[in-house]
């Protein structure tokens, strides 16, 4: 599979400061993975010096060329307040603060050509009021961080800001016991964006082109070799500490981690046990900072063991139609697959190959009339853009047989054709006679 190459541009210069003499090496290293520039600088008691060392990193730039800030803790604090001013700002293009001790009052707000970003733990923060019409006097209060607007906890501030209650200060950094992964890589994605936005540039490598080569090389190439690009340059570190590929198919819990187990995961489920007759259509595809979202029909005839999808069944030659989530998170600087997580109704699957008929309630449930469990239908609603005249299975969606004819199977002959034969249970397995 031929890599992406990053476009020719200047590393962005990235400025990261905290509080110790040395920060978290790893969260430094993704940052150089992601092709900055980065320079870490601590926090200092003499302000004069802090600010000589800051403005230190603009020094060197060129005429169109800017910088941002990704601070911590009482360093976020005081950037929050002295990026504030107009005068300071100039060539900042993003100020990232995590879990800062102080933040500017609601009404406050930056310039609009620097992105702004802040992330809160489960804190206290002193809330700096500047001088308004009613009171001649700045003030501070002093807030407990709670839950911001929907599940994205997004804070009714001037400046956008999110909050991380269930974790504490520090989430965000590898060498601290309160470091918390999923609340990290939620703000990660979120810093990356505003980076890119503050930059004025995308990635430098196209993620979409390098995800669809990806799954080009997983279901349609011969070539097994093919399917991840090679391990990193050991010359560069870092590439090396970058943390391994894996991938999880989360309703059956089959997956690997590991640049070679995955490789051979892949290669056995989707080269060497794969139906010639499974064939694949893009229903959605959402791209972002770090990652490539696709919402995938997928339709098969179960000819064969699939340990994937169906860990232990032998094949019911039955047909199957689901629609798959797929969730790659991928690094933007070089391409590289980070994590790949995937999603189905893993009842729709078993009720379409016999393993489940939502007509048998087990003993105990005397109210309960239907397992709530559906077959196919499901994948007609999503194609048909509702459930109306679908539940039941009463209509077929529209397009539902317009998928995309590239099969995945070695056979295309083989996968062309339409399987007449009568469904006979397999030895050991009892199959519904109701239709999925």
């Known amino acids: 599979m031929a890599q992406a190459s990053p476009t020719s541009v200047q590393p962005a210069q990235l400025c990261i400061t905290a509080e110790d003499e040395l920060f978290d090496e790893e969260f430094l290293q993704t940052w150089r993975r992601e092709g900055f520039q980065v320079t870490y600088i601590p926090f200092q008691s003499d302000r004069k010096s802090y600010i000589a060392a800051l403005d230190a990193v603009k020094h060197d730039l060129r005429v169109s060329e800017l910088y941002a800030i990704i601070s911590f803790g009482d360093a976020a604090s005081f950037c929050l307040t002295h990026y504030l001013k107009l005068p300071n700002t100039n060539k900042l293009c993003a100020l990232i603060a995590y879990y800062p001790t102080a933040i500017p009052g609601p009404a406050s707000q930056y310039p609009a050509s620097m992105q702004v970003l802040v ?33 994205g906890d997004r804070l009714a501030l001037g400046y956008p800001a999110f909050s991380y209650v269930g974790a504490l200060p520090g989430f965000a950094e590898h060498d601290l016991e309160e470091y918390s992964r999923i609340p990290a890589q939620v703000a990660w994605s979120r810093t990356l964006g505003a980076l890119q936005r503050g930059f004025r540039r995308v990635a430098a490598v196209d993620l979409e082109r390098v995800w669809d080569e990806m799954q080009e090389a997983r279901y349609f190439s011969p070539n097994a070799t093919a399917l991840l690009p090679p391990p990193p340059d050991s010359e560069n570190e870092a590439h090396t500490t970058a943390p391994p590929p894996a991938a999880l198919y989360t309703p059956t819990l089959q997956g690997a981690t590991g640049h070679t187990p995955l490789q051979d995961f892949w290669a056995a489920n989707f080269h060497t046990h794969r139906p010639a007759s499974m064939r694949l259509q893009l229903l959605s595809r959402t791209v972002g900072a770090d990652r490539v979202i696709d919402e995938v029909l997928l339709t098969f005839l ?121 469904q006979i249970p397999m030895e050991g397995l009892t199959l519904s006679s109701g239709k999925g």
């Open 119 to 151: 992330h809160l733990a489960n804190q206290t923060v002193n809330v700096h009021h500047p001088p308004s019409k009613t009171s001649h006097k700045a003030t501070v209060v002093r807030k407990q961080v709670g839950p911001g607007v929907g599940i």
């Open 302 to 422: 179960h000819s064969q063991p699939m340990d994937w999808i169906l860990p232990g069944v032998p094949p019911t030659h039955r047909e199957v139609k689901i629609v798959v989530v797929s969730i790659a998170r991928l690094c933007s600087g070089d391409g590289r697959l980070y994590s790949e997580h995937v999603y189905w109704d893993q009842a729709s699957v078993l009720v379409q190959v016999g393993l489940l008929d939502p007509s048998v309630v087990p003993a105990g449930w005397p109210r309960v009339e239907r397992v709530p469990a559906v077959g196919g239908e499901a994948a007609a609603a999503v194609l048909a853009g509702g459930v109306e005249g679908v539940e039941g299975g009463s209509r077929e969606g529209e397009g539902y047989d317009s998928y995309s004819d590239r099969e995945s199977g070695e056979d295309a002959e083989a996968a062309s054709k339409e399987t007449t034969e009568e």
